[in-house]
């Protein structure tokens, strides 16, 4: 075996593992194909290029978000310090100068005694060495069938099909009622019962909403499995009624009655902090998103923890694959990173491949890996990606959903949000204090 690390993907997650391994005393090799090969996204070959958005979200410590940027800086992660130095006014949010962000992370690297930068490509994931595939949604054609052949995955779900996730707390528990189709099952759904006109007025409002028009390398044909709620809205008025919003099955308790029809939403989590409305990926903008779903009864005040999105990416079934150290079932030298094992975000994805630095770090000294207690945002993250049932598995962002109820929880949402931070940063330094972090 190599005495490196190896990693492959010089992006957010990439970086911010080399930082944390090279760190902890181990020699890193990181490998970025740009700019030899470039992607249909990036413009330069710097490490750490943002893409999409300048922003990394929110840094309010009230806020899910913040609550796992403050833990990443309690680790000296250098995506946070390079987002501080690079940054423009935003409000409260962490917006940055996309070149100096991204210059701050390359001259770290390049700088570091314990990490060697080769700008090649990597067709094959190496065996002889304990390696982090931290590659993002836009994997190489050649990697991505490596990936695809080691976790013996028939596809990579190269597309998103992401619907919306609503905090249970602010769903109207008045109109939607627990049921499984046929009674099949557990009380497994929430049910929103629609009326015809209702249904109707929904309908109108879909079809007429603003949708996000991809870009030229996202436009591909729908899988039928994923299409958009709206697209399926577009191909007839009853199509939905006869797909994901269909009664069959299922009477509203109050009346005896089958509804003309039937939102149904699936617990995200074993403590039904949040619900996936089912069937809803889709391409509408997230003001209509908002606005259009909040006609569904019983979700007029929804509070949306994630929006939903139907774009390219790839990313592995991790529950199926990863143990909650990030590594790899089959190959404990293995270790996956960032968008790649089902996070959304840029700030997710970097925590993921500190992690994954950190764990491949102590893999080479003999020390056992860790993995953050649950009431962290770190560790969220972890449950959600390791533990979250394989047949329904989608990215996810950080949000409060994700945290474990409190015991006695206030009533009041906001000094419930205040608790739930006060004790995922207490969590995470007694944590760090066990595993010799600090």
Sequence with gaps: MRDDIVIVGGGLAGSEAAWQAANRGARVTLYEMRPKEMTKAHKTGGLAELVCSNSLGSVDPQNAPGILKEEMRRLDSLIIASAERARVPAGSALAVDREQFSLQVTQALEGHPNIRILHEEIADIPTDCVCIVATGPLTSDALSQAIRAVTQSQHLYFYDAISPIIDADSIDMAVAFRASRYGKGDDDYLNCPMTQEQYDTFYEALVAAEKVQPKDFEKTPYFEACIPIEVMAERGRQTMQFGPLKPVGLEDPRTGLRPAAVVQLRTENSHRTCYNLVGFQTKLTYPEQKRVFRLIPGLERAEFLRYG??????????????????????????????????????????????????????????????????????????????????????????????????????????????????????????????????
């Design 309 to 438: 999105s139907l774009h390219r990416n790839t990313f592995i079934n991790s529950p199926q694959l990863l143990t909650n150290t990030l590594q790899f079932k089959a190959r404990a030298t293995l270790f996956f990173a960032g968008q790649l094992v089902g996070v959304e975000g840029y700030t997710e994805s970097a925590a993921m491949g500190g992690l994954a630095g950190v764990n491949a770090a102590r893999l080479l000294t003999g020390e056992p890996p860790v993995t953050p207690p649950p009431t962290t945002a770190h560790g969220c993250l972890v449950s959600h990606v390791a533990l979250s049932d394989h047949r329904h598995f989608q990215p996810m962002n950080t949000n409060f959903g994700l945290f474990p109820p409190l015991p006695n929880a206030p009533r009041d949402k906001e000094a419930k949000r205040r608790l739930i931070a006060k004790r995922a940063l207490e969590d995470f330094e007694s944590w760090k204090t066990r595993s010799g972090l600090s």
